[in-house]
């Protein structure tokens, strides 16, 4: 096969040279668009389950709510594990499917399954919720909403409640509308609510009980249909109308009558506006603000999300209340993953740089070097074409297989180029009269060294097939290295006996036609210098091997004591430091303590800026305590 293609690209040197250049735009364009993240999604196929149970204790959680919710979750079609938080007030059940199991799929197949359970769930939990799709890495920004002079705003006051309704009205509307977003949970400031308190002196006074106030309070924001009403040919819809519009449609709703006259709900209670329980709290730079947490889809493109969520601040910049700004500095994803991979970017860059030098020494011939170089560009372009196709992004671990056979790509050229150089060289040092057609020689050359680049090549590949056969978290990190380094020899061989030959005929005649072409000074030198150590160590084969064992053993005593890690560290930029205090602890006092934290913090000329949250946020999946 490799031999018909080789004599088809001699055949048509012109169709071969149109297809590079189109391969070569194609991979620079399809390069641009590819989505870039820090390592692949390892994300297994997991469904999230949260039910908010206001006011109840984690034991009562855990029996009345998520033992039934797991034990109707438990043996479902895929599922693998099922595991689960029970907090204060909130029940957390992740149920993890196999890995080969559609998400979608799966979220259908849970959502059927607590329909069984949501019959034995107490009256005090609300209806159990599916948490959106996300990936395990998908916490890509933390944006700060606060005021200019937070400093000296009450966390619990009229400002607080400001801060969290424009986060939830305005700011976290907006930025879930942008394609990649999968969830945003702000956290901090003060839920606003209508409040009622019962006064039980006025409730003795007329009669009344605390169940004869709830049930007029859950019945006063409520519309009734009374169908429709025809009159000479015009239909007419009859409606009650029972809509709350303002705190005084709320004091002046009806408990109940006595004698005829209502009872209205502000002759029993006080009607108020104010800030509900918190159950978290959030700063910036110790003082109180919104932080709004940020989670993309699975396989979205961190750095195109961080540019619409930019350009979607910027929008909203002008919207926010006097004295109220957004802060999109306090933790950004895309600025490590831009960080992370200019790194290995870097690494390749200098690895090319390498190549290129080290084969202009040894060559000692800029057409024979730029022929041998030319592969590497050529095979990663074709990698990329490769990783549209398999839907793979671009991240360390593909850049890094790409790394770490940078320097294999181009044996297949160099072996070709030289041997093809070397057979127009001894045909020019022919009589006129006996020398071949050109193209007849590259031709023979070419199928000369075939076999062996052929079979060189498939021999490495071999080695990283193991990397295919991977499964679970392993295969998901570890397989797009394996593809881009496979991808890439497959690549720099097809280069080697396509786009190489026709290259080569072009330019490989008139390097040899000017003669020259012999060791350069650096290789002739180290064949003197090897020439003169086997001369010293072949009389003395015990002596060398003495030394071998030696070292082999020194290098085997010092494994034990290297150090092991799965990852090399990545540097964030950032730090990630929690507070324990006592279990019981007060919300009013960890957030006393988290910003005396805070403050000392910002004491260090190193730190930029601080950013806290404490407690949990409604229906989060990262619920703790308050201490």
Same mark, same amino acid.
């Given at each position: ?470 499964? $679970?978290?392993?295969? %998901? *990190? /570890?397989?797009? &290295?394996?593809? =881009? @380094? ?6 720099? #061989? ?22 020259? $072409?012999?060791?350069? %000074? *650096? /290789?002739?030198? &180290?064949?003197? =210098? @090897? ?6 160590? #072949? ?27 799965? *990852? ?5 930029? =950032? ?53």
């Amino acid at each position: 096969m490799f031999s018909a293609l080789l004599e088809f690209s001699l055949r048509n040197r012109l169709l071969v040279l149109l297809a590079t250049l189109i391969v070569i735009v194609a991979g620079v364009v399809i390069a641009l668009r590819l989505p870039i993240d820090v390592f692949p999604d390892l994300t297994a196929p997991t469904v999230t389950v949260l039910t908010e149970a206001h006011g109840m204790a984690p034991e009562e959680v855990e029996t009345m709510i998520t033992y039934p919710i797991e034990t109707a979750l438990n043996g479902a079609t895929g599922v693998r594990r099922v595991r689960s938080s029970s907090a204060a007030g909130i029940s957390i059940v992740w149920v993890e499917f196999d890995w080969d199991m559609d998400i979608f799929i799966a979220r259908q197949i849970v959502g059927e399954k607590l329909q069984l359970a949501a019959g034995s769930l107490p009256d005090r939990a609300d209806r159990p919720v599916l948490a959106p799709v996300t990936s395990i890495m998908g916490e890509i920004m933390l944006v700060a909403l606060r005021h200019e002079r937070a400093s000296t705003m009450d966390a619990t006051g009229e400002e607080a409640m400001q801060l969290r309704r424009t986060a939830e009205s305005l700011v976290r509307r907006r930025l879930l509308s942008i394609p990649g977003v999968a969830q945003v949970i702000p956290m901090g400031g003060a839920i606003r609510e209508f409040q009622v308190n019962v006064s039980p002196q006025r409730l003795a006074a007329y009669d009344l009980t605390l169940e004869d106030v709830l049930r007029a309070v859950e019945h006063v924001n409520a519309t009734s249909s009374g169908g429709v009403y025809n009159d000479r040919g015009t239909e007419y819809l009859i409606r009650g109308m029972g809509r709350v519009f303002d705190i005084e449609d709320i004091r002046r709703s009806v408990v109940t009558t006595r004698n005829g006259v209502p009872v209205l709900l502000d002759a029993v209670a006080e009607v108020d506006i104010g800030a509900a329980p918190r159950i978290g709290t959030a700063s910036t730079d110790g003082e109180s603000a919104v932080i709004l947490t940020i989670q993309k889809q699975p396989l979205a493109n961190t750095l195109d999300i961080t540019e619409a969520i930019d350009a979607a601040i910027e929008e909203l910049q002008p919207q926010l209340p006097p004295g109220m700004r957004i802060d999109a500095g306090v933790f950004r994803q895309a600025d490590f993953i831009t960080r992370a991979i200019d790194n290995v970017v870097g690494a390749l860059r200098d690895g090319a740089i390498l190549v290129v030098l080290i084969l202009f020494l040894f060559l000692s011939n800029i057409r024979i070097t730029l022929l041998s170089v030319l592969a590497i560009p050529l095979s990663l372009l074709v990698s990329f074409l490769v990783f549209d196709l398999a839907g793979i992004a671009i991240n360390t671990m593909t850049l890094g297989g790409m790394a770490i056979a940078i320097g294999a790509l181009v044996d297949d050229a160099i072996i070709y180029v030289e041997n093809v150089f070397r057979r127009l060289r001894l045909e020019q040092a022919l009589p006129e009269a006996e020398r071949r057609e050109t193209r007849e020689v590259i031709l023979d050359a070419s199928k000369e060294i075939l076999s062996p680049i052929v079979h060189a090549t498939f021999i490495i590949i071999i080695v990283f097939l193991p990397l295919f056969f991977l499964s $679970g978290l392993e295969g %998901r *990190l /570890l397989l797009p &290295m394996g593809i =881009a @380094y496979v991808t890439s020899i497959l690549a720099s #061989l097809l280069v080697a006996v396509t786009i190489t030959p026709v290259l080569g005929s072009y330019l490989l005649p008139r390097a040899a036609e000017k003669g020259g $072409g012999g060791d350069s %000074r *650096l /290789l002739t030198g &180290m064949k003197h =210098a @090897y020439r003169r150590t086997l001369e010293l160590v #072949l009389p003395r084969p015990r002596m060398v091997i003495a030394g071998s064992v030696a070292m082999l053993c020194s290098a085997l005593a010092l494994l034990p004591f290297l150090g092991r890690s799965f *990852l090399p560290e990545f540097n964030e930029g =950032a730090l990630t430091i929690t507070l324990i205090t006592m279990p019981g602890t007060a919300l009013e006092e960890a957030d006393a303590i988290g910003r005396e934290a805070e403050l000392r913090l910002l004491t260090l000329p190193e730190v930029e800026g601080t950013a806290r949250r404490t407690g949990r946020a409604e229906l989060d999946e990262h619920a703790q305590g308050s201490n």
